[in-house]
């Protein structure tokens, strides 16, 4: 799946490359590396770079162009050794996403097999080449991308160590190949030296001999004082390689050689380091607290190398975090400058106003006082002076009303909650008291008073008087009393039994939904245990019985002969005797059992 967003200059590299001849790819893929490096370091449009690098497959066209043979490439080495550059750069840092697993176990191990294999070839054509600093330039670059990818994926190390190609490169008498070599190897213990232990015995003892094969048989003091430096770091690094060179008869002797060089060489302090170790204990435990003094030094230089870098990462957002907040900080300023401003502008346009009001007032009252007759000046004084009492009294009074009316607005709100309440109980008894009407039985009339008697009577008189009906008996008036009376009566005990009917079906509906829903819970009969399966069984004797003659039934299909089963089908019911089917019946009921 290709990612959203894709960088266009990414799209047009990969466009290229599909489209142009297999010889011209390589001379495209350089273009790549002027986007990283433009590209500021470490930020997060560097890792969208790398991810849609990775996932328009440039990396894969770079790792195949690498093992590629190197005549056949335009450009010759320099191609190879940029094209080394961005692929190391590239897979640093990269999150593959759902392609990890191919990208770590697959992609990053033919990477570094490539670069060694691409050491060795500048390795043989160094031998005879006419441009030596030039060749020696494109190895310490292939060597700089493979430890920059040794740097970002530190499981690669172990896959270094025990290739053939890293042992044929450390192998190497020139003596500004072999001192490369080494300067990697000891940067790649420096990085991660718990891995030197993980390879196979037989690559290790391979890269201890040629290292002591370095130190005593080159002339060179720089691959000499390296070689020194390296089993200095193994011997300190690790106490079983330590073991091994003191114990060993393959270094039998190793010490009384390093002693008698100690003299002669230029790097007599770390030789002496490397003798020192190589010393019974009793000289070791005159140099622990050397040892010590070391370590500390070599943790504090770590930590603070490491404390460095941290902050030297984090500088760019760190900048970006002051100016984000210099700026928050300037606009805040502003703004509350603005706010002052215009606070002040209110403030005067509204003594402007009240200024412009009381000269307006007081324009107002001269003009009046002109209008007014001299004999009504006082009355018209009392008059304004009413009206000025009116309405400060009236303002004060609906201060105080709303002050009060705040201070009062809990308890209006109690009083209204109350309300509801009583509401919704007056709504709820009301529903109750109607309900219990509805389904409560006939309970009669209630007494009548005399008067209301007569009036009845009176009524029913008229009612007579004006429909006469046919003639009917005593006799005829009592049996249609007495079916109406029966009816009634009938209707009323139907009524219960039906609401008695429906309170059982709605039992047995609840009944039947819990059964179901513990069924559905219930574990299989595998995972039962205990008394588990008793919860389940009936408490129906017509269903109990039906499961035991089917149980039974069951049995004697299976028990009886093959020849009984001819012509028989699998619908088919077999007669079980009574009497089998009471046997053990009890054992089918919990709970008790329910009378017939």
């Not at 504090?300 to 760019?316: I, V």
């Not at 069984?537 to 028990?559: D, E, F, N």
């Amino acid at each position: 799946m290709k990612p959203t967003g894709t960088d266009p200059r990414i799209l047009s590299i990969a466009a290229e490359v599909a489209k142009s001849p297999e010889q011209n790819v390589p001379v495209i893929l350089l273009k790549l590396k002027e986007i990283i490096n433009i590209t500021p370091l470490g930020s997060s449009e560097l890792k969208k770079i790398k991810q849609d690098i990775y996932c328009y497959d440039l990396i894969q066209y770079c790792l195949l162009v690498l093992s590629q043979d190197c005549s056949r490439i335009q450009g010759g080495w320099t191609t190879i050794s940029q094209l080394t550059q961005i692929l190391s750069h590239c897979c640093v840092g990269l999150e593959p996403g759902e392609d990890a697993e191919e990208f770590y176990n697959e992609l990053l191990p033919s990477a570094t097999e490539n670069f060694l294999f691409l050491g060795r070839q500048l390795q043989t054509c160094f031998i005879n080449a006419a441009k030596v600093y030039e060749l020696l330039h494109f190895f310490q670059i292939v060597t700089d991308s493979l430890f920059w990818l040794l740097g970002g994926h530190v499981e690669l190390i172990q896959n270094v160590l025990q290739s053939d190609h890293f042992l044929h490169l450390l192998q190497a008498d020139n003596v500004q190949i072999g001192s490369a070599v080494m300067m990697m190897l000891q940067n790649i213990l420096q990085i991660n030296s718990g891995d030197l232990l993980k390879i196979g015995r037989k690559a290790l003892y391979s890269i201890l001999d040629e290292v002591i094969f370095k130190l005593f048989s080159t002339p060179s003091p720089v691959i000499r004082s390296t070689a020194t430096k390296l089993l200095l770091l193994m011997a300190e690094s690790h106490q079983e390689i330590l073991i091994l060179l003191r114990q060993s008869t393959c270094y039998k002797g190793l010490r009384s050689l390093l002693s008698k060089q100690e003299t002669v060489t230029e790097f007599s302090q770390e030789l002496r380091q490397f003798t020192d170790l190589l010393s019974p204990m009793v000289h070791q435990e005159n140099s622990i607290p050397k040892k010590l003094h070391q370590a500390a030094c070599l943790i504090q230089a770590y930590w603070k190398g490491f404390q460095t870098r941290k902050r030297l990462k984090k500088l760019p957002s760190a900048v970006i975090a002051l100016q984000r907040s210099f700026r928050s900080k300037r606009t805040k300023m502003l703004l509350e400058i603005n706010r002052q401003k215009e606070e002040e502008d209110l403030k005067l346009r509204l003594q402007l106003q009240r200024q412009r009001a009381m000269r307006l007032s007081r324009e107002l009252r001269l003009s009046m006082l002109e209008i007014v007759h001299p004999g009504q000046v006082e009355k018209h004084y009392r008059e304004m002076e009413e009206k000025s009492a009116l309405i400060i009294q009236k303002h004060w009074r609906g201060y105080r009303e709303r002050k009060n009316f705040h201070q009062q607005r809990q308890s209006l709100t109690e009083y209204k909650a109350a309300v509801t309440l009583q509401r919704a109980a007056l709504k709820f008894l009301a529903k109750c008291h109607k309900k219990k009407t509805l389904f409560a039985p006939c309970q009669g009339l209630q007494e009548l008073t005399d008067a209301r008697r007569v009036e009845l009577k009176q009524k029913v008189d008229d009612y007579v008087r004006r429909h006469l009906g046919s003639p009917m008996s005593d006799v005829v008036s009592r049996e249609l009393h007495a079916q109406a009376q029966e009816r009634l009566q009938h209707y009323f005990m139907g009524r219960a039994m039906e609401e008695r009917a429906q309170q059982h079906r709605e039992a047995l509906m609840a009944q039947i939904s819990t059964n179901v829903e513990q069924l559905m819970k219930a574990p299989s009969l595998k995972e039962a245990e205990g008394k588990e399966p008793e919860l389940f069984l009936s408490r129906s004797r017509p269903v109990a019985a039906k499961a035991k003659q089917a149980h039974l039934t069951t049995l004697k299909h299976i028990q009886a002969p093959w020849w009984k089963k001819l012509g028989e089908e699998s619908g088919d019911e077999i007669d079980v005797p009574k009497d089998e089917l009471s046997v053990e019946l009890e054992t089918l009921f919990i709970g008790g059992t329910k009378p017939p």
